[in-house]
T-cell receptor
Framework: DAMVIQNPRYQVTQFGKPVTLSCSQTLNHNVMYWYQQKSSQAPKLLFHYYDKDFNNEADTPDNFQSRRPNTSFCFLDIRSPGLGDAAMYLC??????????????FGSGTRLTVV | GQNIDQPTEMTATEGAIVQINCTYQTSGFNGLFWYQQHAGEAPTFLSYNVLDGLEEKGRFSSFLSRSKGYSYLLLKELQMKDSASYLCAVYNDYKLSFGAGTTVTVRA
């Protein structure tokens, strides 16, 4: 059973039209992350939540926002998608000290296409 | 800053052994992970090293030298299904920083 669920698996959006990607988890992990991964590149951390504390990476564009209304859900909002924002977006959770043995739990990812 | 380097591509024959090297220079270090990623899918956990030395898990082994900022992933008895990208990632302060990945192609 999937423990970190991302919807949708594939998303097509129009240039400049706001889009929201969603992530939910059944693990009750307190840390959630959003990564952007472009083809043949390393996953790039956009931001993470430690409980309700939001942590933005210094180089994350203002165009990207996030919300975490409760422990289970986290959203990635792209306010005005550009062609350069087409990528795989990965949501992940971290379960605390015990997670050192297995690292993040990843969702299946959402592949975003901008047309 | 974070700098994590690994080769872009490697090719090997089914049944052979392949070693993927990773060197890192990071502002902090609390462990190193290796992940496997098939095309279009999310990364899956392979191994974790926090102390120097070799960790063995079936056909996969991972080695770490903290003083040298160096790790490798060893894949033995290669199978066609091992064709994938392998990501090296350094853990620090609740965050993983990833290398760009090494694409391994296994040929019959």
């Amino acid at each position: 059973d999937a423990m970190v669920i991302q919807n949708p698996r594939y998303q097509v959006t129009q240039f400049g039209k706001p889009v929201t990607l969603s992530c939910s988890q059944t693990l009750n992990h307190n840390v959630m992350y959003w990564y952007q991964q472009k083809s043949s590149q390393a996953p790039k951390l956009l931001f993470h939540y430690y409980d309700k504390d939001f942590n933005n990476e210094a180089d994350t564009p203002d165009n990207f926002q996030s919300r975490r209304p409760n422990t289970s859900f986290c959203f990635l909002d792209i306010r005005s998608p550009g062609l350069g924002d087409a990528a795989m977006y990965l949501c992940a959770t971290w379960g605390g000290q015990g997670a050192r043995n297995y690292g993040y739990t990843f969702g299946s990812g959402t592949r975003l296409t901008v047309v | 800053g974070q700098n994590i380097d690994q080769p872009t591509e490697m090719t090997a024959t089914e049944g052979a052994i392949v070693q993927i090297n990773c060197t890192y220079q990071t502002s902090g270090f609390n462990g190193l992970f290796w992940y496997q990623q098939h095309a279009g899918e999310a990364p899956t956990f392979l191994s974790y090293n926090v102390l120097d030395g070799l960790e063995e898990k079936g056909r996969f082994s991972s080695f770490l030298s903290r003083s040298k900022g160096y790790s490798y992933l060893l894949l033995k008895e290669l199978q066609m299904k091992d064709s994938a990208s392998y990501l090296c990632a350094v853990y620090n302060d609740y965050k993983l920083s990833f290398g760009a990945g090494t694409t391994v192609t296994v040929r019959a």
